[in-house]
């Protein structure tokens, strides 16, 4: 009899009576039996239900973005594992119970009319009213999904007790009572909710839904004790009340909306009553105020204003001049009054003398000005050093001809040239870092090729979104093979940190064993190097309990001579097995073996090497997992210089920020500083283990950088040689957008008086 029988047979002995004495001797036997059926029907899904729900638990810790959040699914995969047994226990307890009390439906007890007085009123703990109506979810499921069964079952039973059909959580063994049993025998787990409802999904894919056949057995063995032979399934359909949710879930979504998505405009202004929000005028307002300050550039007196075919006319021939007379080292941002200047001198380009001169008006010269302005806090915002500052001085003039031909530049967030300039602009500054690396240039040639067809093209929506399309595409592609990437470093050193645990717990095994009886020579050799290699792999791909690593600890002591060797030749072959396991080359385990054990006839002809010839080459044999430690990291161009020593007694200030990283969520960024060159590079945190303290450093692309733990992290945090990127808020552009506005704000707001002027 195997553990699962044991346990369903104790369960069976342990519950077998319902009330006795309460029911008719038939009504006892066949409830007794009932219960006896489901004792056996929902021993193996309950089983299977934790089995997943742990294994879920498992790999949500190791997908989890933050410490404690981690440490959260290992609790509760743990508090799983040691009381396992017992919710199963009180969970059949609950269904004894729930037939033992057939006759007595659950009835909601009545409060008294004190208990309603206005200072009695409570709010409706959302926690309890999401488990509420998730178990209700449940059961309502499964009674539609076992419906023709659960109508004969209800009839069959309440003929047992002499009730009115039952149904619903009326009926002990229907979903909704087995769900409610569930909840009940799980409460002493005190998991948290989260956990709990993906615990009631497994219950209800692997408890729920394999009902049937169990209700089909319930229903046999009663109609086979003639309960109701002639009943026919004809289910009348439930009626169900349709429970809503509070007032703040409803309102919830909506606010999260709104701050997801922010107003279009970085300027507040009143709205029209077509709903635009007139940002253009809005900023020309502030830019009218700042003009009052400071002396304004006054008009020439017989000027006119130029058309809008002119002004584009006149920004099309800068663009040509600019792309002859520029190279690549020399572009740079044009600010607003050089802006200015080269305009009107290609609006009066070629003109008779004594012709009127043309200048530009003052929705024109606003939008010069703005879009300037706009181009200098980006600018600000980029990282120096990189090819993004390139970039965006060649999108300049493109981009001021679609805000002059088309205002809904300023007043949607969404226009496609305002999304292609924070697309370009910020994959430049994030992707891209100046080098010529082989990596980088993919990238930067399609990040060309489009900034020049914008050059080259007429300014039109269409042709932006063609753009913005193309970018977003070819952006897509680098994204998806920089998470994949990204995701095999963090999956290796996940293996190697399981590795070492299960390393460190064999030399564990290992001293345990040398402190009794103490090896030499080639023996101590082969147990050190290369078998305590075998005791790790075996025990992380089987676990400390299985047959497997005990029947390797097994042979640890034969060859230790703490256990006697029946079969020396057998202790042979398996010693050159798991030598070879761990990739030691077949003729060498069979070397070692044979030096060590002598079992067999050895063949004349072959010379084996001495034992110590042996040992040496033990010594230096590869161990397990370090040809993975000593792969190649990026190039040395582009790595961050880290100082690998760490201070031997960590200072006050280096624990604080030890502290702090390990509450920094996976995927934060750090910027490295090299102390010779000055170079700047940002690397990514993407793993660490809370237990050795072992992160990963990957790049943008995800390639690995170095590997530290977080005590030198914070060493070279404390030192200045890395700091950590604060969380942006918005995209690049919408920065941009704030920080404009709020420069125009400032300088229109009176400045105090200061107090020695006040004085005077």
């Known amino acids: ?70 440490q959260d699914y290992f609790a509760s995969r743990q508090r799983v594992l040691q009381d396992r047994a017992m919710l199963e226990e009180r969970f059949i307890a609950q269904l004894g119970v729930a037939l033992g009390n057939l006759d007595r439906p659950p009835v909601k007890p009545v409060e008294p009319v004190a208990s309603k007085a206005w200072t009695s009123l409570e709010l409706l703990d ?23 069964v659960l109508h004969e079952l209800g009839y069959r039973m309440a003929v047992l007790v002499a009730m009115p059909p039952l149904e619903g959580e009326a009926l002990p063994l229907g979903p909704l009572a087995l769900t409610r049993a569930f909840h ?6 005190e998991l948290p909710l989260k956990h709990f409802l993906l615990l009631l999904q497994g219950f209800d894919q692997w408890v729920i839904q394999a009902l049937g056949p169990l209700y089909d057995v319930l229903n046999a063995q009663l109609l086979a004790d003639g309960i109701l032979p002639h009943l026919r399934s004809l289910p009348v359909p439930r009626r169900t009340t349709k429970r809503t949710r509070s007032a703040a879930t409803d309102v919830a979504p909506t606010s999260t909306a709104a701050a997801a998505d922010p107003a279009p405009a970085p300027a507040s202004a009143g709205s029209s009553p077509g709903g635009s929000i007139e940002v253009l005028e809005s900023l020309r307002d502030l830019l009218a105020r700042q003009r009052t300050d400071t002396a304004s550039t006054p008009g020439q007196p017989h000027a006119r204003a130029a058309s809008a075919d002119e002004l584009q006319t006149a920004l099309g021939a800068l663009q040509q001049h600019l792309a002859q007379v520029t190279d690549h080292a020399s572009k740079e941002l044009r600010s607003a009054a050089r802006l200015r200047e080269e305009l009107l001198t290609q609006l009066n380009l070629g003109k008779p003398a004594g012709a009127p001169p043309t200048q530009l008006s003052g929705e024109q010269g606003d939008t010069v000005e703005l879009v300037a302005r706009l181009f200098e806090q980006v600018g600000q915002q980029l990282q120096h050093g990189g090819n993004a500052q390139g970039l965006l001085s060649d999108l ?48 930067a040639n399609k990040l060309e090729q489009l900034v020049s067809r914008a050059n080259q093209e007429p300014p039109s929506a269409g042709l932006y979104t063609t753009l913005l399309a193309d970018i977003e595409h070819h952006l897509g592609l680098l994204t998806r093979k920089a998470q994949a990437a990204e995701r095999r470093h963090v999956e290796a050193a996940q293996g190697r940190e399981r590795l070492d645990q299960a390393r460190h717990r064999a030399g564990e095994l290992m001293a345990e064993r040398f402190a009794q009886s103490p090896p030499r020579g080639l023996l101590r050799a082969l147990l050190d190097r290369a078998w305590s290699d075998v005791l790790a792999l075996t025990l992380l791909r089987h676990g400390e309990d299985s047959d497997p690593f005990r029947a390797q600890l097994a042979i640890t002591d034969q060859l230790l001579g703490r256990l006697p060797v029946s079969d020396r030749l057998q202790l042979q072959v398996e010693v050159e097995a798991g030598l070879q396991q761990i990739g030691m080359h077949a003729e060498e385990a069979v070397q070692v073996a044979q030096r060590l054990l002598g079992a067999g006839t050895p063949d004349p002809a072959v010379e084996l090497p001495s034992a110590t010839d042996l040992a040496v080459r033990l010594k230096h044999h590869q161990r397990l997992g370090e040809q993975q430690q000593s792969a190649p990291p990026e190039p040395a161009a582009v790595r961050p210089a880290v100082v690998a020593a760490q201070a031997p007694e960590p200072s006050p200030r280096e624990r604080r920020i030890e502290q702090h990283l390990r509450q920094v969520p996976f995927g934060s960024w750090f910027e490295f500083i090299d102390p010779t060159t000055g170079q700047i590079v940002r690397r990514k945190l993407a793993w660490y283990s809370p237990m050795s303290g072992r992160c990963l450093m990957v790049s943008r692309r995800g390639q690995r950088g170095e590997e530290m733990t977080l005590a030198q992290l914070a060493h070279e945090v404390a030192s200045g040689r890395v700091c950590e990127v604060p969380v942006q808020s918005g995209s690049l552009l919408d920065r941009a957008w704030r920080s404009l506005t709020g420069s125009l704000r400032q300088s229109t707001e009176p400045r105090p008086t200061p107090p020695e002027a006040a004085r005077r």
């Open 184 to 189: 009940q025998a799980s409460t002493a787990l």
């Open 1 to 70: 009899m195997d553990v699962g029988q044991d346990r369903r047979h104790s369960l069976a002995s342990h519950h077998a009576r319902l009330a006795s004495g309460r029911w008719p001797a038939r009504t006892q036997r066949l409830l007794e039996a009932c219960h006896a059926q489901c004792v056996d029907g929902l021993h193996e899904p309950l089983r299977r239900c934790l089995g997943e729900f742990e294994r879920q638990l498992f790999a949500l810790a190791e997908r989890a973005h933050r410490p404690a959040e981690q």
């Open 396 to 443: 300049q003039l493109p981009v001021l001809r679609m805000a002059v031909a088309d205002h809904d530049f300023f007043e949607k967030r969404e226009h496609p040239a305002r999304r292609l300039l924070d697309t370009v602009t910020a994959a430049a500054n994030d992707w891209l870092d100046g080098s010529d690396d082989e990596s980088n240039r993919p990238l």
């Open 126 to 148: 959302p926690v309890e009213q999401e488990l509420d109506m998730a178990l209700e979810q449940l059961g309502a499921r499964g009674d539609a999904r076992h419906s023709n």
